[in-house]
């Protein structure tokens, strides 16, 4: 069997599916005020709140498919020695799974960034890397797609669905609010 020990094998998973799930009760500064202004299944948590559910979703996916990898291996030792060390077996090994690993670290940091830069800038920062992590490399197609895409956003969520989007807190709430006047959203 690989040299590395069942748990090394399950914490990347772990983690994550316990990220996400403990970053899920941080979407948002105040649930109580959340809660007061959703309107009925949507409010300004519904979308980081479903986010992360999918991130530990899939984490958990992940792990329960390593946790048979493991079993496989040790029910089965002669071909499994075989699986696991061909380097296509191995989930970190590919740069598409490392894509994947980092898409998932976006979606985590961008789910607790809303509270702290407001949903304007962190959906920008978000983009931004999502195109650059998506092989884009071309600055105007990175800014076109990221400013566009968000302002998209914005009026669709706070201008069509009323929706209270975080704003961000300190001068990034200055800002969101500066913004969202200058677009002509409120």
Same mark, same amino acid.
């Given at each position: 069997m690989n040299s590395k020990v069942w748990w090394q094998q399950l914490a990347a998973p772990f983690l994550f599916v316990v990220g996400a799930i403990a970053l899920r009760s941080r979407v948002v500064?105040?649930?109580?005020?959340?809660?007061q202004v959703t309107r009925g299944l949507v409010g300004p948590a519904t979308w980081p709140t479903i986010m992360m559910g999918i991130v530990a979703a899939f984490s958990f996916i992940w792990m329960l498919q390593r946790a048979l990898s493991i079993v496989r291996a040790n029910a089965y030792p002669s071909k499994a020695v075989a699986l696991i060390d061909a380097p296509s077996?191995?989930? !970190? +090994?590919?740069?598409?799974?490392?894509l994947i690993g980092l898409g998932i670290?976006?979606? !985590? +940091?961008?789910?607790?960034?809303l509270a702290v830069m407001g949903f304007a800038t962190s959906t920008l920062l978000y983009l931004v890397a999502w195109c650059f992590l998506g092989g884009i490399r071309k600055p105007l197609q990175i800014g076109l797609i990221s400013l566009l895409g968000t302002v998209v956003l914005l009026y669709l969520f706070v201008k069509l669905a009323s929706m209270p989007l975080d704003r961000g807190q300190g001068v990034m709430g200055e800002f969101s609010i500066a913004l969202y006047r200058l677009l002509g959203i409120y």
């Amino acid at each position: 069997m690989n040299s590395k020990v069942w748990w090394q094998q399950l914490a990347a998973p772990f983690l994550f599916v316990v990220g996400a799930i403990a970053l899920r009760s941080r979407v948002v500064e105040s649930p109580e005020m959340a809660t007061q202004v959703t309107r009925g299944l949507v409010g300004p948590a519904t979308w980081p709140t479903i986010m992360m559910g999918i991130v530990a979703a899939f984490s958990f996916i992940w792990m329960l498919q390593r946790a048979l990898s493991i079993v496989r291996a040790n029910a089965y030792p002669s071909k499994a020695v075989a699986l696991i060390d061909a380097p296509s077996d191995d989930a !970190l +090994a590919t740069p598409f799974s490392i894509l994947i690993g980092l898409g998932i670290v976006l979606i !985590l +940091a961008y789910g607790y960034l809303l509270a702290v830069m407001g949903f304007a800038t962190s959906t920008l920062l978000y983009l931004v890397a999502w195109c650059f992590l998506g092989g884009i490399r071309k600055p105007l197609q990175i800014g076109l797609i990221s400013l566009l895409g968000t302002v998209v956003l914005l009026y669709l969520f706070v201008k069509l669905a009323s929706m209270p989007l975080d704003r961000g807190q300190g001068v990034m709430g200055e800002f969101s609010i500066a913004l969202y006047r200058l677009l002509g959203i409120y």
